[in-house]
């Protein structure tokens, strides 16, 4: 009888141990690789489209790291940009033509630190730019889309009886939007 509460003693013992070890592997898996922030700087749209404007050049380019801080500044603005129970600590976007890869570093329950990597589909819905969610993972671990939103992300324009946006081209790592100028002269 000894013997065998000895050996259930130990069996008890190895099992806790190697769910420690899966707990703290698991824990080592999904942390944040990279420190990342959600420090932006504040870009006026309407002001590059006026500068546009102003030089008589009806295309506005938003760049990587325009597209970057307008939604950083958005994410940051919203409520509850992710999952219920799960705060955004820091944010890195990458501009893939139509597709924006997003690493997401969170922290669930406010104990658990996570990156996340999320690719986005953007659309344009004038005056905003739209993200769909196509895909989350951490890791090679694929989460369900229901975790993440479609986010709106608003371009503040000029007034419509100014220009009005003939095209918008996603290409490379940029965003190109193409103006009719409407310049009215009181003769």
Not at 152 to 174: A, K, Y
């Amino acid at each position: 009888m000894r013997k065998a509460l000895k050996r259930l003693a130990i069996l008890i013992g190895i099992l806790i141990l190697l769910l420690a070890c899966g707990g703290w592997w698991l824990v080592s898996y999904v942390e944040p690789d990279e420190e990342l922030t959600m420090s932006y700087e504040a870009i006026s749209v309407k002001d590059k489209a006026l500068d546009m404007i102003k030089k008589l050049k009806p295309e506005l380019v938003l760049t990587e790291a325009d597209i970057n801080n307008l939604v950083k500044m958005h994410m940051s603005a919203s409520a509850e940009p992710l999952a219920p129970d799960t705060t955004l600590d820091g944010a890195a976007f990458d501009l893939d033509g139509d597709r924006l890869i997003a690493k997401l570093n969170v922290t669930y329950k406010d104990r658990l630190p996570v990156q996340l990597q999320a690719e986005y589909k953007l659309e344009w819905q004038a005056p905003n730019i739209v993200l769909r969610p196509r895909a989350l993972t951490v890791k090679d671990i694929h989460l369900p889309l229901r975790m993440l939103e479609t986010q709106v992300i608003p371009l503040d324009l000029p007034q419509q009886d100014v220009v009005t946006v003939q095209d918008v081209q996603f290409s490379g790592e940029q965003i190109s939007i193409l103006f009719k100028l409407q310049l009215k002269l009181n003769l």
